[in-house]
């Protein structure tokens, strides 16, 4: 156990809907990072929260965008949703200081697009 | 190509051999990082090292900085070992991780 929390675990959505995945960080943690897992590849980052900024973006459209709350929980919106978007979103919370910290991952929610 | 290419992809073993799996990054790095992901999608950070070597129960890292190459050992393996075993750098100056495709690790009884 993490102490990181993602829900939904499992969705199931149609083309052109929108979706919010939400994440949980661990007590203490300010950074929250979003990845892209899809079947058979290593993540691939979306972005990252840091005390409620975006702090760096990877190779995603502006219709994946996100939140970070003062209690430092994050949401992953997905508009206009493609079947290219199913895949495994993991999000992972770290400490605050400099880069290399330790993160920590969530279970993940999957996602389905038909 | 990618930043962070790892060998072999897959792995099939018996139980109690030695395991290596490989990984080369291209580019500067504050830290290496090892996880591990079973099936179903759980993450579980293994090491984070930017020089020399850690160990941890039977699970070793290792780091050479100057041929930007890292490699992750398993003594004595055991079925519960099987797993994907992902390389990861972190970026200098960046929290994000920059991931390898993974390695599927198999370990037969």
């Known amino acids: 156990e993490t102490g990181v929390t993602q829900s939904p675990t499992h969705l199931i959505k149609t083309r052109g809907q929108q979706v919010t995945l939400r994440c949980s960080s661990q007590?203490?943690?300010?950074?929250v990072s979003w990845y892209q897992q899809a079947l058979g590849q290593g993540p691939q980052f979306i972005f990252q929260y840091y005390r409620e900024e975006e702090n760096g973006r990877g190779n995603f459209p502006p219709r994946f965008s996100g939140l970070q709350f003062p209690n430092y929980s994050s949401e992953l919106n997905v508009n206009a949703l493609e079947l290219d978007d199913s895949a495994l979103y993991l999000c992972?919370?770290?400490?605050?200081?400099?880069?290399?910290?330790?993160?920590?991952f969530g279970p993940g929610t999957r996602l389905t697009v038909l | 190509k990618n930043e962070v290419e790892q060998s072999p992809q897959n792995l099939t073993a018996q139980e109690g051999e030695f395991i290596t799996i490989n990984c080369s990054y291209s580019v500067g790095i504050s830290a290496l990082h090892w996880l591990q992901q079973h099936p179903g999608g759980g993450i579980v950070s293994l090491f984070m090292l930017s020089s020399g070597k850690k160990k941890h129960g039977r699970l070793i890292a290792t780091i050479n900085i100057q041929e930007k190459h890292s490699s992750l050992h398993i003594t004595a393996s055991h079925p519960r070992d099987s797993a994907v075993y992902i390389c990861a750098r972190s970026p200098e100056g960046a929290q994000k991780l920059v991931f390898g495709q993974g390695t599927r690790l198999t370990i037969n009884p």
């Open positions: 992972a919370s770290s400490r605050p200081g400099t880069g290399g910290d330790t993160q920590y």
């Open positions: 007590s203490g943690h300010n950074t």
